[in-house]
Structure formats: C-alpha cells, structure tokens
C-alpha cells in the first residue's frame, strides 16, 4: 500500500501542476482585455461636468464635417505616402502617390499627411475593429468564437447608425462580416482570394465614382486590397505593386477632383472631408500580422476642402519636418490608430464609442474647418475672442467629454472585468483625472466666465488644461497597452518553468516505478538504454523541434504522419527479419498512407479559408468527381462502416468474459450505432434510402446518443463503485472495463464527427490493433528499463495526432467545426455547445486513444506472453500513463517555448497562439482523462494489495 498511493495521486499533482502553468504563462502571453457589451447613449452626456449650461439637444459637441470619405488602402507603408526625404533611401516604391502630397504640401492647404500607427496583432480584421472601436486588440473574444466575428463592442459604425447616419460600403467584406446590418447600401467583395489584385479594387472603383455624385450617404467608406494582395504575392519591391500604387494614384486624383469640383458653398461636398488611410502596414515580404515598425507604421492622409483660417499652436503640433531637394519644407504628423475612432466620432458630432480610449487628435481635428467658428456653446460673445481662442475653447470641451468617456469606461471596466487593474494604478489614473477637473473647475471655468477682463490670461489658462486633460488620457492609454497588449515575461517565465519542473516531476515518476518493480519483477543488471528508446526519443525529439517553424506548424498532420510512417517502418523490417505478423506490419503501413490522404484534403479544406496556406496548391481537390458511384459511395461507406463497427461490438460481447451491469452498459452502445446509421440513410441524398427512413424523427436521434451516451457514463460509475465482483481477475476487468468506456464515448464522438466517423473510428481501431500486435511481436528484453516498449507510446501519440488532422482539424479557430457543436440542437446554448465542439476536437485525438491505452498495456497477457501477475500489470500501466503524459507534456512544453521565442513572429497571433491554445487544451484534457483512467483502471487493485500485504503478514 505504502509504495503505491503516491502512483494513485501523482496525475492528480501534474493536472493541477500544469493547469497553474498554462493559466500564469497565458496571463503573461495572451492578450486578456474583456469586451464589454455597453454602448454610448446621446443622453448620457448630461452626466458628464463639460457643460455649464443645461444641454439639451443630446449631442456630444457640434458635428464640424458634414459627410466623411474614407478610402481605406489595405497594408499601405507610410514610405508609400510620405515623400521619399523622409526615408535614408530612395526607393522604387516611394513617391508612387505624389497627389496626397501635392495636397499635403500645397500653400495654405487644409490637408495633412500623418504616420498612422497601429497596434499589434496586424491583421485586417483585428485593425479594423480596433480603428472602429478605438480599443485595443483582444486575442480571444466570445463574440469571435460561434460563426460570425461580429463586433461586440460599442463602435462609430453603430453610433453613426444609431444617430441617424447613413453609411454605404464597397470592398474588402470584412466589413460585412464585422458590421452585419449597419449598412445602407453595400457593395462586398470576397477579400481571402489573395492571388487576384483586381476584383476588389475594380468593383470599389465602380460603385466609388458613381457614389460621390449621390447624395444619399453621410459616410462612405471604400477599402482597397490590391496593395495588400500584391504584397503578399509579389512582395513591395516589385512591378505589380507599383502598377498598384500608379492605379490608386489615378483614382485619388480623380476623387479629390469630384469633390472638390462640387464642395463649392450649396454643393454636395460643401463641407466634405476625405480620409485615405491604411489599415496596416507590410513587411518587405508583404507580410503583416506581428509588430514590427514596418506592419505597424502605415499612413492616415486627411484632407478637408474648407480651409481652416490659421495653424493650432505649436504644443499640440507633433509635425516633424525634412527639407526637400528644391529646399522646400515638407512636414508630417503622427496619430495613434487608437485615437482613430475617438477624433472622427468628434468630427461628425456623434457620441465617442463606449470602449474607446484614445484622444481626440488636435492636428487631425483642426483640419475639420467647423472647429474654427464657436457658435454652440457660448456664442453670445464670442467676437471678444480670437480665431485660436475659441479653437482651443472648442478642442478644451471635446477633450473634456473625452476624457469623462474615457474614465467611465475605465470605471466600469475595473468594476465588471476579471482581469481588472491594480487598485494602484486605478488610484493613479483617477489623480490625474481628478486635477484635470478640479483645474477645470476651479480656475479655467472662471477665467471663462470672465474673460472679458482677463482675456490675456485666457490662451495659458486654455493650453494648461488641454495638458491636464492630456496627461490623464496618456495615462490611460500607457497604462493599458501596457497591461493588455505587452508580454509579461516574468509570469511566462514562471508558467514555462512549472512546465519544465512538471517534466522533471514525471521523468522522476517513471524512474521510480522502474525501481521498485523491474528489480523484484525483472532480473537486474544492463545499461537498460535500448534502441527502441533510444528511437522513440528522437521521434518526439523531432516533432518536437519542428514546432519552431511556422511553416511545420501549418503542416503538423504531414510531419506527424511521416514520424509514424518512420516507426512502423522500423517495425515492418523487424517483422520481416523474425517473419513474424508481416499482415500487420504492411497494413499498419497502408493505414498510416490513408491517414497521409485524409491529412492532404483536411489541409486543402484549410487552404480554403486561410491565408497562409491559399498558395500551396492541392492535387487531393481534383480528385473528388461528381461521379455517381463516388456520392453512393460517400453515402453507403460510412452506414457500412458503422454497421461493421456494432458487429465486431457484438462479437466482444459475446465474448465469455463479459457479465452483468458491463455487458448492458456496451449492448446499448450497438443501438446507438444503429440510430447512426438510421440518422445518416434519412440524410443521405440516395432519395430511396432517404424516403425510406424520414418518417423517422431523424431530429431527436442525436439528442438520443447523447442521452444514451450519458447513461452509460453514468451507469459505469455505478458499476464501478460497486463492482465486488471477485470472480474477475484484472486482466479481465481491465479489458472489460476499457471496452465499455470506449463503447460508451464513441457513438457521441462518431455522430459529431459527421460520416467520416464511422471509417476513423474504423481507422483508429486498426491502427490501435496494430500497433498492440506488432508491440506482442518484440521480445520483452530483460534489461530493459522500463516494462513495456516506449516506441509503441510513442506510435500511439503519433496516430492520436494523425486522427486530429484527418478528421479535418487544425490549430486554429477556423479549424473547429462549428457545424458539429449543432447537431441535434438548433438553438445556441454556450455551456452545451461548448462541450459538443469540445468532444468533436478532441473526441478522436484525446479522449478515445488515451482511455484505450490499457489495450496497449494488456497486450502482453491478452496474447499469452509474459503473465507477472496483476501487480505487475498495474504498474505497466500506470507506467505507460506516465510515459503519454510525459510525451504530450514535452510537445506542449516546446510548444510554449517556440511562442516565447516567437513571440515577435508576424504570425505569432495568426498561427503561434491559436496553435498554443489548441496545445494547451489538449494537454490538459490529457491529463484530465489520465487521472480519470487511474481511478477507473486501478479501483480494485488496492482491494488485492492490502490483500496482498495481509497475506505476507500472516
Ligand atoms: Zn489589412
Ligand atoms: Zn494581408
């Protein structure tokens, strides 16, 4: 007893080891902001302390611009924009775009060019939300999780709607998936084709023109992603791109024309403004994604076609100016893409986005002309002041609303986040909130009120409160870039640490075992180092260090397949050399290349969707006719599968050592395969099967199985507890036991898995029986070191992960079948949805290898070898446990190594993470299932121990 209850709950100390690792490495990696669904309300300005004066008309402040352009240039550089004596180098692809400067740089011009710049990740999509929301990124959201990546957050797209704003679309359709119904008028184009440079751009530039001569629009915006899509195929340096950039050239000439051409005073882009912006920016290679200068530096020209009467003060003026050859002074600005949101909301007069935490930038919002003329607030004597008074009068008020907006979101996020701030930096931000008003208050508020007297004190007064109000919003913002979107090495640290020592902790484990059992069970002596080891430890090795690439990370399932193609291998020449089981061994083969197949076209699915993978060509698509005999095929297989499934079922059960409550509990699994097959023939498109079975109410027969499923679970636990029954030996009760648990969870995993099911259940048994029977080949070496083959681990791992990728999945979001979490269900429940995509991922890779491993351990009894007694058999297996736990626990460990190491890759949000996540969850349900296995496969061996023990005391 004594030398065995630490066996029973050393699982349980890695599962807790390693879920306080993964939760302080990810607390130190993953972005962890929250969404928080509360939006702006126009009444709500009544609570703020900006007005004196009671308001009433629930406007935020006075709309200065009446409609907006916004041509978006996906991935444009800001060496695309700005002149090319800005940059060391002149480069082919600069000065490309001289009609944003010839605007920016003309004589009293009210355009301005401005280094836009972004935060991290750098994809379209996490961009676009954050320039809408004027938040900053998050990694995971729920809203992102279930089928459409829908904004959740307060955004200016829904505050323009929701004040009365019309807004039409044309281009990239990200922004038909991000804003579903907030458009009056839409024109998408599907952006994931990156090979094609023109679809997108033409259809944008065919409704563009047409559109600026109408006049039912507020906004309009128009996003490009020919720059983009020839970065990505051509890279920057190259013809396309700048054929791109000469094209968008034409068309910006074009647009300043027509609007200029009619913002004459009564025409319909009298008070126009136009923004030319990119979301991002791209590496040389046309990449983006990561966070380096070149992806997050891109480019916001602005331009009004009014003309502002002076310049704002130097203060507030972030321009930073080179001479050009002919000595002419250039200058530009800078903006945060985080104060996008706030400044153009301040722009149109509709409330600041509840969530957003930038500032409204002055040079960006000076440009709109109607900051200049104060006639809302405090109109009456107005004419005492100067031009850039009552600008700095009119910023002071916005800010002050900003402000207000930004400490009540922080107030409430604090009050409703998990992962909230510190109650010191909270202090922090409130001081500085606090002086802004109190300054507000006390001494700019009655210099307002008379300034008649005191206007020479005015402008000081004025320029101190802007910097009050400034220096709480950096606060803001430095605060939480630095809580939300930087890595805390310490807490990764800490979490990759937990996960070496947890290692250490099961190497130690297996050591320990071997030492008390192979010297009493097995004769001593040897160096015990075998080539099976030796072997299986370069297997894991390998794969292990193929994570650090991203390109062997996007082809795991090939690279998996190709090490369990190399075992069996080995095992096929050791099967001909002892002419022994060479059926097995060939067939094992023969699997794994189907498997190889199944990996191919889950790829080339992936391929579909993804961006990463769309220029890596598939020969599996052309494959797939639409021959008849293909779809009978496609129908019948899956109903043959699954009916050969229930009868090998039945054929175990028949067997003698089946009895009792087990054999009900397996026999109810024969009946969900039947309703299986029933549900699919009423599926099928064969419309005489089809007719045949409708009656049937196909609709509850998922929410049977699960039901079944979920009964014999529980039944088990029953039999389990109560099982007394001595009559069964632990081999038999081992087997027993595992194939109810096995025929309990597959008819679940099967249906989820939709018709492949059935042929990878199929698979997995074959491969299993395989591997068991090639592993009854080897002879147990006597000094060996541990009392099973760790290449057959090992083997078992690999077709574990093999079965991930065959059934179709990856490691990314894109890659969960989401279809799967609703079968049998329409209605979206998140716990129970939840938990049905759960079982669908890691029903074929997780769940059934790791509950069937006692197979592996039984092999050696089951085919009449090596009978040490029940002791001995225990501690295989729980040995066996210890070396899956140890091989899943070291590929996730170097998984968490490669995302610290990468954790500036320009993927590392697009692949690193999602594949992290995916690691993470599946080493943790591991864990969990191996813990469960110990307690279900070692139950009655304690009886027989102490029993045991008592016999050797009397
Ligand atoms: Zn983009
Ligand atoms: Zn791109």
């Known amino acids: 007893m004594g030398r065995r209850w630490w066996m029973k709950w050393y699982s349980w100390v890695i599962l807790v080891a390693h879920v306080f690792a993964i939760l302080i490495f990810t607390r130190g990696f993953l972005l962890t902001r929250t969404e928080l669904p509360y939006y702006s309300h126009g009444s709500d300005i009544s609570q703020s302390p900006c007005f004196s004066s009671t308001s009433t008309n629930h406007s935020w402040n006075k709309p200065v ?33 001289p009609v944003l400067q010839k605007m920016a740089f003309a004589e009293g011009s009210s355009a301005k060019i401005f280094k836009a710049i972004a935060d991290p990740p750098t994809t379209s999509l996490q961009r676009l939300k954050g320039l809408t929301t004027g938040g900053l990124p998050t990694f995971i959201d729920v809203g992102n999780s279930f089928g459409a990546p829908a904004i959740v957050e307060d955004n200016f797209i829904h505050q323009l709607v929701e004040n009365g704003k019309r807004v039409v679309m044309m281009g990239d359709d990200t922004w038909i998936q991000l804003f579903p119904h907030h458009f009056n008028n839409s024109h998408p184009y599907p952006s994931f084709n990156v090979k094609d440079l023109h679809t997108v751009d033409n ?30 195929i051509f890279g920057v340096d190259s013809m396309p791109m700048i054929e791109k950039l000469e094209q968008y050239n034409l068309m910006l000439e074009k647009v300043i024309k027509v609007l200029g051409s009619q913002s004459e005073p009564g025409g319909l882009h009298e008070n126009t403004f136009l923004l030319v912006m990119g979301d991002h920016g791209q590496t040389l290679n046309g990449d983006h994604g990561g966070g380096s200068a070149e992806e997050v530096e891109t480019s916001i020209f602005a331009m009004s076609f009014k003309k502002p009467p002076t310049s704002i003060p130097s203060e507030l003026d972030t321009s930073s100016c080179k001479l050009d050859l002919d000595g002419k002074k250039k200058c530009t600005s800078s903006i945060q893409q985080l104060d996008f949101a706030v400044t153009v909301s301040a722009l149109l007069g509709i409330p600041f986005p509840f969530g957003s935490i930038g500032r409204v930038n002055p040079e960006l919002y000076a440009l709109g002309a109607g900051t200049w003329n ?25 800010l002050c609303i900003n402000s207000w907006q930004v400490k009540r979101y922080i107030d409430v996020y604090s009050a409703s986040s998990v992962i909230g701030f510190s109650s010191e930096d909270l202090l922090h931000i409130s001081n500085a909130y606090v002086q802004a008003e109190q300054n507000w208050a006390n001494s700019t508020k009655n210099l307002l009120l008379h300034r008649n007297e005191r206007s020479h004190t005015l402008l000081p007064a004025l320029t101190r409160q802007i910097d009050f109000y400034f220096s709480f919003l950096s606060n803001v913002s430095e605060l939480a870039r630095s809580k939300w979107t930087e890595f805390n090495l310490k807490l990764m640290g800490i979490g990759l640490g937990t996960m070496l020592i947890s290692l250490f902790i099961i190497f130690l484990a297996i050591q320990r075992v071997n030492n008390l059992y192979t010297t009493s069970l097995l004769s001593p002596g040897g160096s015990g180092i075998s080539f099976e080891l030796i072997f299986a430890f370069f297997v894991v090795a390998i794969r292990a260090c193929s994570f650090l690439s991203n390109s062997f990370i996007l082809e795991e399932g090939k690279v998996a397949s190709f090490l369990l193609a190399t075992t069996s291998i080995v095992r096929l020449r050791s099967s001909i050399m002892k002419k022994k089981m060479l059926f097995e061994a060939v067939s094992f083969l023969l699997l794994i290349s189907i498997l190889r197949f199944t990996i191919e076209v889950g790829l080339s699915k992936q391929a579909a969707t993804s961006l990463f993978l769309s220029a890596s060509p598939s020969w599996v698509l052309g494959v797939a006719p639409g021959h008849p005999l293909w779809t009978y095929m496609a129908e019948i297989g899956p109903i043959l599968a699954v009916i050969l499934l229930a009868c090998l079922l039945c054929r175990t059960i028949a067997s003698s050592i089946f009895g009792g409550l087990w054999k009900y509990i397996t026999m109810a699994t024969i009946l969900s395969y039947v309703l299986i097959a029933v549900y699919w023939g009423a599926e099928s498109s064969i419309p005489t099967l089809a007719l045949l079975l409708q009656g049937m109410a196909k609709g509850h027969i998922p929410r049977m199985i699960y039901a079944i499923g979920l009964g014999q679970l529980l039944l088990f636990a029953v039999a389990h507890l109560f099982d007394k029954d001595r009559e069964l030996d632990y081999k038999r009760s081992l087997v027993v036991k595992t194939v109810s648990i096995l025929s309990a969870w597959s008819p679940t995993i099967i249906i989820l898995s939709g018709k492949q099911g059935s042929l990878v259940a199929l698979a997995l048994i074959i491969g299993g029986y395989c591997i068991v029977k090639l592993e009854s080949m080897e002879d147990s070496d006597s000094d060996a070191i541990f009392t099973f083959n760790p290449l057959a681990i090992s083997q078992w791992n690999l077709l574990a992960v093999c079965l991930f990728f065959a059934t179709g999945h990856w490691c990314a979001f894109d890659g969960l079948r989401y279809g799967a979490a609703f079968i049998g269900f329409d209605e979206f429940v998140l716990v129970r949805q939840a938990i049905l995509l759960t079982i669908d991922t890691f029903g074929f890779s997780h769940i059934l290898p790791v509950l069937a491993l006692p197979f592996l351990a039984g092999c050696n009894f089951l085919f009449g070898q090596n009978d040490h007694g029940k002791d001995f058999r225990f501690t295989q297996l729980s040995q066996m446990y210890m070396m899956y736990g140890l091989i899943t626990a070291t590929t996730v460990t170097v998984t968490i190594i490669c995302v610290t190491i990468q954790r500036r890759h320009l993927m590392v949000w697009g692949l690193f993470a999602p594949k992290f996540v995916f690691d993470v969850v599946g080493l943790v349900l591991t864990d969990v299932l191996i813990c469960l296995a110990s307690l279900l496969y070692s139950g009655r061996l304690e009886d027989d121990d102490t029993q045991a023990v008592q016999k050797t005391e009397q």
């Not at 109408?214 to 915006?221: G, K, N, P, S, T």
């Not at 100067?386 to 002071?396: A, F, G, I, T």
């Open 65 to 97: 611009v009446d409609r907006l352009v916004i041509i978006v240039l996906d991935a444009i550089r800001f060496d695309f924009v700005a002149p090319s004596v800005f940059f060391q180098e002149k480069k082919a692809w600069m000065d490309k775009l």
């Open 203 to 232: 259809g944008c530039i065919e409704h563009l023109f047409p559109a600026l001569y109408q006049d039912d629009w507020d906004v309009l915006i128009a996003h490009f992603l020919g720059v983009d899509h020839a970065g990505h």
């Open 374 to 398: 104060l006639d809302g607030i405090n109109a009456r004597d107005s004419s005492n002041l100067s031009e850039l008074e009552e600008w700095l009068l009119n910023y002071v008020n916005v």
